[in-house]
């Protein structure tokens, strides 16, 4: 066991020392310390999960720090590719791009790094808690990542989301991972459904029911499926595994573990070199940190790996089955070899066939007898021993108890040998001999030239399959230069290739057994088919079936018709690849003549439908192309020949036995017609010295040609220039006069919308000026209802003024008749004074009322003016507005109102000063009236006969009063019906003017 620390180190080598595991079969620990002040001070760095890539040699690992490291065993290098800074959450490095693999970490994102260049390569985010898993499609093309509340579908071309699960909060997500080799997408939740969906639909194709086996849900955690997708396995907190069969989705069987385990962790298959993908050995991973290996088929543990004291957290196995790495509680990583761990897992099965050995014979036991009866007639004691080789003493048993005759004993029972150790039994019936040091030297060679364009005649779409059927194919004409010259080899070594493309060495030397052995004579007369081969043939049909080859012959049937097609592609066109194998399987444990009974066989199990075929192209359409016959009966009936044919033609004595190939170096051959082969290679290279002088020769005239066409181009070039920039002159002309007409139409657009922006501002002035016209009418109206107001307002106070003046007068007037009283008392004593003055203060008081009345009449007068000429001005003002400018409307608004303001306090002035007037001419009347005696006193001697007479002046005095009044009464009504009356007309003509036309803004 070595141990690498990768403290302070961004590479290096992974081994030291010649590798070699342990006895508890660690070949290696990783640990990552982190040294300190002091020894004392020294910690470790944990790393927390590791994944392989598709090849199984390189392994990526991540610790809570962030760092990521990748391991090649094959190359022995380690490196630090990335320190992302958060912890390493979940790994994948299965990737179609190899050198790519995907990290999740704690900050819920993730990454793609390339191991070469050690950059990022994008960033995909969308999930809002920690990724614990990430499953990659078979292809390498799309990834699922697995939270806790959603798992997403990427796309790992363009790094995007494609598809996005949520579930509710109550139903969490287990597991969501892709099936092997299909589109198919399996989701386990919480409540321990299961239910299996379409990648490219994303339709529910199954449901995979569970049912408990005690009372206590299972709660699954953890999955595993084999390599083929067939049985899928699940585990959880219980000690119970589910096995299900995908391919009709019931539960098989339920696997009880021992009582310890209480939860399974983690599961996965171990990959098997001879199990073609239907793995039967489980690694489960249990509470206790135990890694355990299940045979699932057994229903055994085969072995275990961890401590109690240093448990395994986490797992990961390679896909080639040769590498188990494990990550420990302490967080160390030991990769473990699967085949130190499982030495007895990669052995064949023990032996069906017990065998009594001797120095020269092996006998069968009884139940070898009871086993072969399955495929031959039993009782047949005249059966030839011209089985395999091992009957003429080539063979040898090997040290682990597996002969040849066993191994023929097994097949004979069997029909065939397991899938599952084929290729294992192949390499020890063909015994070949893995020389690594001489197919490296004829590799080295490189490719040969009949191979060189083998691409054109067989157009393989896989590129990985054609280059190794490429190599072998050369490393054969390289060995011996019939192969080389041979057009049937490549369909006879297809097959091989394909069944052995990972292990070139070991498809090269059984396609060169095969052609030693039992292809020896097939070149004797090349270049022609093997006529020794094919009368064999014919000489075998002949004698099992005259009427089959009498019908043959007449329809011009030949052997090269209906027994060389067989041949030289060895079964594998009239086969599938499970008849292929069955087949191969009885023809490489018989003698190398046993090929010819199956041609025979072929022909003589199809009679039926041959003896109908009358066409020739029928014939070859039948040796051509897959039949509806079963490989069974064909074989079958091989083995009815090979023990019915008699010995004068039968096969086996012209025909030599097996030969292996030898150890070392391989063997020379050279059993064909060498004279003809090197004419042909002659023949060949001076073709392809011709070739190659024609190729120089073209290759000149070619460049010739190029020259010329190249000047022809320059000229032609020159020309199209020239015209190009003639017709982008013209262009850039026809260009300006059309821009120049863009620009007139521009312009004449933007006067039309100039004009029309003018139309518009003049509609929106006139509106406004009709706007402010009818508010100007209102503040006019407004302002003559002020007028009216004031109006009644003067004449509501005018009224009173009068009924005060009434009243002081009346008052006055009583004073007067006091007088007259007093005047009277005084006329009993002076008839004469009383009369006289009497007559005097009615003339006196006459003339005041009189003047009195005048006064009145004036003021009513000047009122009335001053009125009509305040509604003059006012109709004025309005006209001279309404054919006045705008912007002074408001000058002349102001104007007004300040003559207005004007008028009516000259008005108010104008009434109070009559009224002061008024006040001044009674109070001069009344201080004359006093300051005059002696007027008095002549006015009443003058009048001092005309005593009866005063009565009647006195009742013309109140009656003047009440005239004047009713005077007043009538002007008052008379002003307020004219004013009335200039209402109207202002009213009627607002309503005559001529209406505001509608105009319509934008």
Known sequence: MQILDVCKKDSGKVFQRKVAAGSDGVLLTIVHSALGSSPLNSRNIRFLHTAF???????????????VHVFDFHANRFSLVQRTGSPCSALAFNLHRRNEFLVATADYSLKCFDCDSKELVA????????????????????????????????????????????VKENVGIVKVFFLPMSSTIVTCFKDDSIFAWDSETLECRYQLHSPNPGEKAVSFKAFATTRD??????????????????????????????????????????????????????????????????????????FQIGRLDDRISSAAISPNGRYTAVVTENGHINVYSSQALSQELNKPPAPLVKVLKSNRTCESSTS???????????????????????????????????????????????GEYPAKYRIFIWRIILRLPENHTAYAALLEKGTHPAYEMLHEKYPIKSQKLLRVLQRVLSALAHW??????????????????????????????????????????????????????????????????????????????????????????????VLTCEEWLKLSDNIFSNHPSFVVMVTVSYCIVGRAALLRCSEFDDFKY??????????????????????????EIHPCNVLETFVPLTKGQYPIFNKFPKFIVDFQVQERERIRREEEEFLKQKTAALELRVAAERRHQEDTGWYRQQKLLQEAEEARRDLIAKEEQKLADQRARVAAMNREMKMKELHLLDATRRKFISFTQQQKQAELARLDDEIRRRVAQRDDETRAAIE??????????????????????????????????????????????????????????????????????????????ISRLEEENKELETGIRLLMKEAETRKAESAKSKYELLAADYSGKIGSPSKHLQASNANRNGNEDTGNEDGDTFISLRRHRSSFDEKEKQMMANVRRLREKLAHENRNKKPVPPYQLE
């Not at 989705?249 to 599961?267: A, G, N, S, Y």
Request: charged share 25%.
């Open 480 to 573: 011996s230069p019939i192969f080389g010259e041979t057009s049937y080899l490549p369909l006879l070594a297809f097959p091989f290739v394909k069944l052995f493309q990972n292990n070139q060495l070991v498809c090269f030397e059984i396609v060169a057994t095969i052609l030693t052995s039992w292809c020896r004579h097939w070149f004797e007369y090349f270049p022609n088919p093997p006529i020794n081969l094919l009368s064999l043939v014919e000489n075998v049909l002949g004698y099992h079936d005259k009427e089959l080859l009498q019908h043959f012959v007449k329809h011009g049937v030949t052997s090269q018709i209906y027994a060389w097609p067989l041949l030289e592609t060895f079964f594998s066109e």
């Open 53 to 67: 890539d598709s090849s199984g040699d390189r392994l990526v690992a991540g610790d809570y720090l962030g760092n």
């Open 808 to 885: 002081e007068i009346e008052i006055k007037n009583m004073e007067l008749q006091l007088q007259k009283r007093q005047m009277e008392i005084e006329r009993e004593r002076t008839i004469k004074e009383r009369d006289t003055e009497r007559f005097k203060e009615l003339q006196t008081r006459t003339a005041q009322l009189q003047k009195l009345s005048q006064v009145d009449h004036l003021n009513d007068d000047a009122d009335y003016k001053l009125e009509m000429e305040n509604i003059r001005r006012l109709d004025e003002i309005e006209e001279e507005k309404n054919h006045a400018i």
């Open 123 to 166: 960033m995909m985010k969308g999930h809002e808690s920690i990724i614990h898993a990430i499953s990659v499609h078979s292809s390498g093309r799309f990834a699922i990542t697995t939270s806790t509340d959603t798992a997403q579908l990427w796309d790992l071309d363009s790094f995007q989301r494609k598809r996005k699960l949520n």
């Open 368 to 414: 070898t007898q009871e086993l072969s009866t399955k495929s031959l007639k039993s009782g047949s004691t005249g059966s030839r021993t011209r089985g395999h080789p091992s009957g003429h003493g080539v063979m040898s048993d090997y040290a682990d108890g597996l002969g040849t005759d066993r191994l023929v004993a097994i097949l004979r029972g069997y």
């Open 622 to 647: 039948f040796f051509h192309h897959r039949n509806a016959m079963s490989v069974n009966q064909v074989i079958t009936e091989a083995y009815h020949l090979e023990d019915s044919t008699p010995d």
């Open 229 to 302: 997708g067939r049985l899928l396995v699940g585990g959880g907190r219980s000690r119970f595994l589910h096995i299900w069969s995908l391919e009709n989705q019931t539960l098989l069987r339920v696997v009880e573990l021992p009582r310890k385990v209480t939860c399974v962790h983690f599961m996965e298959f171990l990959p098997d070199s001879f199990d073609s993908g239907s793995n039967q050995i489980l690694a489960v991973l249990s509470q206790d940190g135990i890694l355990q290996f299940i045979n699932i088929v057994t229903f055994s543990q085969l």
